[in-house]
């Protein structure tokens, strides 16, 4: 008979990672397992030092895909990457270095991160295609989430106002490369490396500072986010001020959203932060000229 418990299960995944590392000559005895083929379609093994990701339904392939196609590109414009050890040609798994994080926030790291977008940002992308979860996220959701109306107002997003904010952020310029979830959380200082950032599915062409305003939007210090935000505004000449304007609200809204919702990550500001974080936007949005009225 066959098992078909949660333990099963978990047994199965690990025997596969198992059989896998032993295949690369890679010791297991250490192995912790982490399921995430619902939402990303792979599971992961972590050892003391390297992370197996392997595919377990064929948008984890393409998500594989898609990562090794953006950390190669970032690789060759100097920014940080996880080191990638081996990796399967047709996608179906991944084998990293791991990382060990040091505490994150400060110059040190503001300094680096605003680097980083900064470099991901000349045009031309990479070719291929970018990773998306299969349901969308963020704003991309939000006809799956106005059935509870009630959720959102409670939150401060009001209907009307994220309708025309996503409408008009949806035909901006796409005059840059997006790394696709430049967040707090995904630029991280390695003890030994430096910044990296991680999670290199989304690269793709996007509006204007679409890197540094996720950046502002997840970053939890004040002075921190008062820094990026004045890289923004240092960087935008006054004929850009409205496109910049309305893309930092529609930043603030889908945090937000994501944050109401469930839909994003669950790294990031809670939802009384990505309100204030919105409250602020809106003021930016004004002061800069967007289009689009809150």
């Known amino acids: 008979m066959v098992g078909n418990g949660p333990g099963a299960a978990e047994g199965a995944l690990r025997e596969r990672l198992e059989a896998l590392l032993a295949e690369l000559g890679v010791a297991s005895a250490s192995l912790t397992v982490a399921d995430h083929a619902a939402g990303l379609g792979t599971v992961t093994g972590v050892l003391p030092d390297r992370v197996l990701d392997l595919a377990v339904t064929e948008s984890g392939r393409r998500r594989l895909r898609a990562e090794l196609r953006g950390r190669r590109w970032a690789e060759e414009r100097g920014i940080g990457v996880p080191e990638v050890l081996a990796a399967a040609d047709d996608g179906r798994w991944l084998l990293s270095r ?37 349901g969308g996220r963020g704003l991309s959701r939000v006809r799956g989430t106005v059935t509870d109306a009630g959720r959102l107002l409670r939150a401060g997003v009001r209907l009307g106002e994220l309708r025309a904010v996503r409408a008009a952020a949806a035909q901006l310029p796409l005059s840059e490369v997006t790394h696709g979830d430049l967040c707090a959380p995904n630029a991280v200082l390695d003890v030994e490396r430096g ?39 240092e960087r935008t000449a006054g004929w850009e ?54």
């Open 195 to 233: 910044l990296v950032v991680l999670e290199w599915t989304g690269v793709r062409a996007a509006p204007r500072h679409r890197d540094l305003l996720t950046l502002w939007a997840t970053t939890p210090d004040e002075e921190d986010r008062a820094e990026i935000a004045e890289v923004v505004l």
């Open 98 to 134: 791991r990382l060990h994080p040091a505490p994150s926030g400060g110059p040190r790291w503001t300094e680096a991160a605003v680097d980083a977008a900064v470099r991901i940002a000349p045009l031309p992308a990479p070719p291929g295609a970018p990773w998306q979860p299969p």
């Open 241 to 294: 001020e409205p496109d910049v304007g309305l893309l930092w609200h529609a930043v603030a809204l889908e945090q937000l959203v994501e944050r109401v919702t469930g839909s994003g990550r669950a790294e990031g500001p809670d939802v009384a932060a990505a309100r204030a974080r919105l409250a602020e936007a809106r003021g930016r949005a004004v002061d800069l000229g967007s289009p689009v009225s809150s």
